[in-house]
Structure formats: C-alpha cells, structure tokens
C-alpha cells in the first residue's frame, strides 16, 4: 500500500544526509585555546606561522573568530594577509610566513582555524607561540606551543608542547542539523511502523 508520509520521511532524510556530505567535504575546523594567566600583567606577543618544508606541495591555514586582549600593534610576514577582526590567511609560499601580534597576557587567547592543502610530496608546518615583550624568549614552553604537521593526503597531526594550549575540532553546523533531523526523521518512521 501507497504510503504519502513515510514516502516524504525518507525523502526528508536523504536531503538531510545529502547536506551533511557537502558540510564533510569542507573540511574540518579546530579550536584552538591558550591560557595565558601564568603571564598576568606583563605583555608580550602570539606568534602564529606557517612555514613550509622544502619543496611543500602549497597550503593554506584560515584564521578567524579570535578572542583575547591584543594590544593593537601586528606584524605580517611573507605570505600573510588580514587582520584579527577580518581573519589571517596564511599561505606557504615564502620560506617564513606568520602573524605576530602584541598582547596583553593573563586571559584566554582563542581562535578558529581551517586548513587547506595541495596533492605533493612534502608537508608544512603551522605552529603557535608565545614570545615575551623582549622578543628574545618564548614562554611556556621552550620552542612552540602547539605544531602542526599537514602533510598531502593525511589529517593534520597536532602536537602540543605545553599545557597551555588546547585543540580541538569543532563540529560543522550543517552536520549537526543533518544528525538532529536525521534521528528524528527515523523515530518518526519508527512511531509509524508500530502503530501499523
């Protein structure tokens, strides 16, 4: 029998699951946090690059939704563009590539960040840093706070330094939807089928 409503559930959570691939297919974005409250009252600056590995297939790292107390004065390098309120894109081209901003430590600093990487051979880096005012040390951790390997064809693999800094992968909001709709699209077909 011809059944108008389960016809239209089914169709409903195919289109569900057709937004959740396209959402997939972007990419993924992580969270980062660093907790700067162990250098409360002085400055210095986050230091944010992108630096390519030898003959590095081109990559690209998007920065955006930053919080945190910048003092206002930045520097680009290489193949850097944008600002803290617009977003920073951070390309490999250059041998050195980065964003180095003054900051007022003794809050949380955060961000988003997305990758994007070509098919080749050899990798790149981004890596996060805290520098003290003097620009001669970095804080929290002898080198980096946080590394990242993107290498062609793989996850980017993160490797923190210091406690002071967290990642995580913040889910995407189209596959959320497409999770919600799609669990109570099949508890709509299952309240169906036992009233049959």
Known sequence: MFNMKNLMTRALLALALS????????????????DTADYAGTQGYLDLSLVAL??????????????GNFAGSSVLEGSASGDVSTGILLGNRDLINAFTALVDFGGLFSFDIRFDLDDGKVGSTFSVALINDAFDGYLGSPGSLLDVALLPGEAPAFVANSSLVAAAEVPEPATLASLVLGLALMGSMLRARRKQ
Do not use: E, R, S, V
């Not at 937004?19 to 660093?34: D, L, S, V």
């Open 19 to 34: 937004f959740g691939t396209g959402a997939a297919m972007a990419g993924p974005t992580y969270h980062i946090t660093i």
């Open 54 to 67: 030898g003959d590095a297939a081109p990559a690209f790292a998007l920065l955006d939704n930053f919080t």
